[in-house]
């Protein structure tokens, strides 16, 4: 199946002059959400072997926790500042305006943990390279990324250089 076509572009959200990729309509069909779950976890496999899936809110826990247990791993969120109730490490990263902060569970893994980051979608990268600085700062080495879709003409791997970056569905 052409995963691609189940995908819906919404114009103008949330902003004008946006084109919003909606993965819903993916994960409303089961053929389709199988097919997706499918080959994004076959794309986590070809890194070898690591230790835990580490995904952003909201929709990396979508498809990191069920890769995760496919794969027989541990998930581990990364949230918005205030959300997670345990002591937490935060990483502040830069919006449109202003700035607002990242957070994961100090103990959410090991030191020297080999790490995959899962998320919906690749745009700029900023979101990714927030990520990758809280797994760094707590030890954790990550091997790979992994993408449903990847916004190519947004360059989003320029800021993660140095990454292995697998992604399913390029706009
Ligand atoms: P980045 O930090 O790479 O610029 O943006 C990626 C983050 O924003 C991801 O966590 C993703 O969920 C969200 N995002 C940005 N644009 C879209 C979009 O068009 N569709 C979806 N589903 N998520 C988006």
């Known amino acids: 199946m052409d995963l691609k076509s189940k995908l819906r572009e919404v114009p103008d959200f949330p902003k004008e002059g946006i084109n919003f990729i909606d993965i819903t309509t993916v994960l409303q069909d089961a053929e389709a959400l199988k097919q997706c779950i499918d080959q994004m976890t076959q794309e986590v496999k070809s890194f070898g072997d690591f230790d835990m899936i580490v995904g952003p809110e909201s929709r990396g826990f979508i498809f990191g926790t069920p890769i995760a247990y496919t794969l027989g791993k541990g998930f581990a969120p990364i949230r918005k500042k205030g959300k997670l109730p345990y002591k937490t490490i935060g990483v ?8 607002d902060t990242l957070e994961m569970h100090i103990d959410a893994i090991k030191k020297g943990d080999k790490v995959v980051i899962v998320d919906d979608l690749l745009a700029t ?7 990758i600085k809280l797994v760094e700062q707590l030890g954790g080495e990550v091997v790979g990324i992994v993408y449903f879709i990847e916004l190519s003409f947004l360059n989003g791997r320029e800021k993660l250089k140095g990454y292995e970056v697998k992604s399913i569905v390029q706009y």
């Open 92 to 99: 502040e990263y830069e919006l449109e305006y202003g700035t």
């Open 125 to 131: 990268g900023g979101t990714t390279q927030s990520n």
